[in-house]
């Protein structure tokens, strides 16, 4: 037979019913480092190991009170496959900045060709029209997977002809949707469940006389 240790914990559940469109209950199981969440917005878990002099609920009100969407404990329970989603319209965002500096500095640029404007000009506002309807096009996807996003920037003739991939690879913040299910999670019911664990210890302090 396999050899192998036991430790037996005595958990506690705590059941919550929330007024919120994002979460309406959850139910937590906690014992000395363990935090197990089944709820409406998600499920979650993840592990400390804790001191026998450290306070396990003391460490949960700590990082529960104050509903941080992308907090510490955000950082520990999301799910990095949720989480690594890209945001369409914040990452295109400065892409259409870089865009309009482009149009600008090649409109510098050509001033001094007087005889050539009527030419280049017509050119240059048809490549620009064409390169900012490939933007919106993108940004209207809500969000994508970082392969998918970068799959359209970089597979796009009328945007290779203002960016490279050099500048796609290395200059541009791509932002991120994040998960959902765990930003709801540490903005509702965390707070809530870091009161109801501040007013279970102040309810077990002792009264002095």
């Known amino acids: 037979m396999t050899k192998y240790s036991i430790e037996k914990d005595i958990s506690e559940v705590y059941r919550i019913r929330l007024d919120s469109h994002r979460c309406q209950w959850a ?3 906690i014992n000395n480092g363990d935090l197990n969440v089944i709820s409406d917005c998600g499920n979650f878990n993840y592990s400390w190991r804790m001191n026998k002099n450290e306070n396990f609920k003391e460490l949960l009100i700590r990082i529960c ?3 941080e969407g992308k907090g ?3 950082d520990k329970i999301h799910d990095r496959n949720r989480a690594n989603r890209v945001d369409t319209k914040k ?6 900045k870089e865009l309009f500096e ?14 050539d404007k009527k030419k280049y000009y017509p050119l240059l506002d048809d490549r620009m029209r064409d390169a900012y309807d490939e933007l919106v096009s993108i940004e209207s996807e809500g969000e994508l997977s970082m392969d998918a996003f970068h799959s359209l920037l970089w597979n796009n003739s ?12 290395h200059c541009l913040d791509v932002e991120y949707i994040g998960d959902r299910q765990a930003i709801a999670f540490c903005e509702v019911v965390a707070p809530v469940f870091a009161e109801i664990l501040m007013n279970e210890l ?6 002095s006389c």
């Open 27 to 29: 139910t937590l199981t």
């Open 65 to 67: 009170k104050h509903g």
């Open 72 to 74: 510490y404990l955000y």
């Open 91 to 96: 990452s295109i965002e400065p892409l259409k």
């Open 102 to 115: 482009y149009y600008r500095e090649k409109k510098r640029d050509w001033h001094y060709m007087e005889q």
């Open 158 to 169: 009328y945007l290779d002809e203002v960016f490279d991939g050099d500048y796609f690879a």
């Open 202 to 207: 102040k309810e077990a302090e002792p009264v």
